[in-house]
T-cell receptor
Framework: NAGVTQTPKFRVLKTGQSMTLLCAQD?????MYWYRQDPGMGLRLIHY???????AKGEVPDGYNVSRLKKQNFLLGLESAAPSQTSVYFC??????????????FGDGTRLSIL | KNEVEQSPQNLTAQEGEFITINCSYS?????LHWLQQHPGGGIVSLFM???GKKKHGRLIATINIQEKHSSLHITASHPRDSAVYIC?????????FGTGTSLTVIP
């Protein structure tokens, strides 16, 4: 069982470049999330999705876009990377929504550096 | 403003010691999660609580809804318990995370 898989694991970009982070889950989960983790701060929600074809903004959505064209995949895009987006990015998924209190399953993270 | 506060930030213990990590939160919640992040970065869910107490092996988690406080206890700590422990609460459609407690258990 792969669970939640993130690609790539590491990436270095120059300011202004664009890239897409891919998150794939094989658990048939409805909910998927993108977080960033920065030193001295807790995980912060960037965007999330409650199902195929739907996305919503989290706490820190600026500078990012997402798409959920297939239920198993949740893509995070940086259109014009900035040094402030240097971070570790985590994807997570859960079976159902907030009121069912299902746990989240996390990927191993993507370490992104913007020069 | 942090909706979730953890203490201590860093903790070093000798193998075998009893360990307590605390979490306080300021928002109304539907559930509280304890997560473990290993040095390699992977995050796993340890517990999900909405009331009372849960036990899994040497780990015990408690929550007091009235006081908006939760504790994670590790009995007979072992070096493999060394990790960052993160408290997270679910409020509405959002998760709020603490900054984590870095635990090092020395043999």
């Amino acid at each position: 069982n792969a669970g939640v898989t993130q690609t790539p694991k590491f990436r270095v970009l120059k300011t202004g470049q664009s890239m897409t982070l891919l998150c794939a889950q094989d658990m048939n989960h409805e909910y998927m999330y993108w977080y960033r983790q920065d030193p001295g701060m807790g995980l912060r929600l960037i965007h999330y999705s409650v199902g195929e074809g739907t996305t919503a903004k989290g706490e820190v959505p600026d500078g990012y876009n997402v798409s959920r064209l297939k239920k198993q995949n949740f893509l995070l895009g940086l259109e014009s990377a900035a040094p402030s987006q240097t971070s570790v990015y985590f994807c997570a998924s859960s079976r159902t929504g907030p009121y069912s209190n299902q746990p989240q399953h996390f990927g191993d993270g993507t370490r992104l550096s913007i020069l | 403003k942090n909706e979730v506060e953890q203490s201590p930030q860093n903790l070093t213990a000798q193998e075998g010691e009893f360990i307590t990590i605390n979490c306080s939160y300021s928002v109304g919640i539907s559930a509280l999660h304890w997560l473990q992040q290993h040095p390699g970065g992977g995050i796993v869910s340890l517990f999900m609580l909405s009331s009372g107490k849960k036990k899994h092996g040497r780990l015990i988690a408690t929550i007091n809804i009235q006081e908006k406080h939760s504790s994670l206890h590790i009995t007979a700590s072992h070096p493999r318990d060394s990790a960052v422990y993160i408290c997270a609460v679910r409020s509405g459609n959002q998760f709020y995370f603490g900054t984590g407690t870095s635990l090092t258990v020395i043999p």
